[in-house]
């Protein structure tokens, strides 16, 4: 038996969500920082992965507008006319595809990092996981981004 979610609890189960994956890189990014560093590799970056310096940024950049384009057409596809819970599921859908996409960038580069030595590819994972952080849940955005009526903003904020 399936038992309807309120409003409150998906945007705890967001928060949750979110600060799992800021958890994660966070985790993973300084892991794999100290057994570089331990390793000496990062004293002697290798040449041949200087490629890996350009397509970090145009993967994160190419993959983050191309998850802002999937998350606004999916905002204009849920009618006006639906419940709070199915908006606020599809909301929670679409931030959680932008997260794990921002969150893979900060991975990618900090395992790029990891495996080269060149610390523009933390840099860059470091730049993808403070985004993760500026994109957190919050009911004044969710409000703005679905067009929440005033009924339904009460709703969210009890």
């Known amino acids: ?16 969500i979110h600060l799992l994956l800021c958890l994660v890189i966070a985790l993973s990014v ?18 041949a992965y200087k490629i890996l310096e350009l397509l970090l940024p145009i993967f994160g950049i190419g993959s983050f507008f191309g998850a802002r384009f ?5 905002f204009r596809n849920i009618p006006q006319e639906s419940p709070l819970t199915e908006k606020l599921e599809g909301y ?5 595809m932008l997260w ?15 495996i080269s030595g060149r610390q523009n590819l933390l840099l860059y994972g470091l730049m993808a996981g403070v985004f993760v952080i ?3 849940p919050l009911r004044s955005k969710i409000a ?15």
């Open 144 to 158: 703005e981004d679905l067009n929440l009526e005033p009924h339904e903003v009460d709703l969210l904020n009890q």
């Open 92 to 96: 929670r859908v679409s931030m959680i």
């Open 30 to 47: 300084s892991i794999l920082y100290t057994l570089t560093v331990q390793s000496g590799k990062q004293l002697k970056p290798l040449d």
């Open 134 to 136: 500026y994109f957190r």
């Open 100 to 114: 794990s996409i921002l969150t893979g960038t900060a991975l990618f580069g900090a395992l790029g990092f990891s």
């Open 1 to 16: 038996m399936t038992q309807k979610q309120t409003p409150s609890a998906i945007f705890r189960s967001m928060i949750m």
């Open 70 to 74: 999937v998350i606004n057409t999916r």
